[in-house]
């Protein structure tokens, strides 16, 4: 794992609105490679894409990571940007992520090492003026994403508020 020393950049973000595919799993039975194999072979259909980033979010109930639970099912969306949902392909939905503040980490490693999200959750969130919102989760998987690559890069990004 590689990450900024610097730490996170702290982001109010705005209202974004996604298209794409999603499926229910647990962190025991991921099967995030299932959903995005599914989505990538139609991710063009979407015309107004803003971008070539994909954005995959993850849905977690309120009270996911308080009692962590490797069966405990959430939702995973495989996505694309849009500034809005005028060309929906068949088969794809919308999704809305409100605004709100964000904690954005610069991820460099294989999306298949976890570690990231250990440091995140039991270091730098502890440790920092945040908790933990209740909002979506999401990765952005720009150029130079890589799937299990050791170079790849992503963006993670974490809903915070001021504890």
Do not use: C
Request: hydrophobic fraction near 35%; aromatic fraction near 10%.
């Amino acid at each position: 794992m590689e990450r900024s020393e610097r730490g996170p950049r702290i982001i109010d973000m705005a209202e974004r609105k996604l298209v794409g595919m999603r499926m229910t799993m647990s962190l025991a039975e991921h099967r995030v490679g299932e959903l995005w194999r599914r989505f990538m072979p139609r991710r063009k259909e979407v015309t107004n894409a803003l971008g070539n980033d994909r954005i995959s979010v993850a849905i977690y109930g309120s009270d996911f990571f308080a009692d962590l639970q490797p069966m405990r099912t959430f939702e995973r969306w495989a996505t694309v940007e849009v500034p809005d949902f005028a060309n929906v392909p068949a088969g794809m939905e919308t999704l809305i992520v409100h605004g709100g503040r964000y904690a954005a980490f610069h991820y460099r490693g294989p999306s298949t090492d976890n570690s990231i999200f250990r440091h995140i959750h039991g270091t730098w969130l502890p440790g920092s003026a945040y908790a933990l919102d209740d909002r979506p989760h999401f990765e952005v998987l720009g150029d130079r994403y890589r799937n299990n690559d050791p170079t790849s890069e992503e963006e993670i990004w974490i809903p915070i508020r001021p504890k």
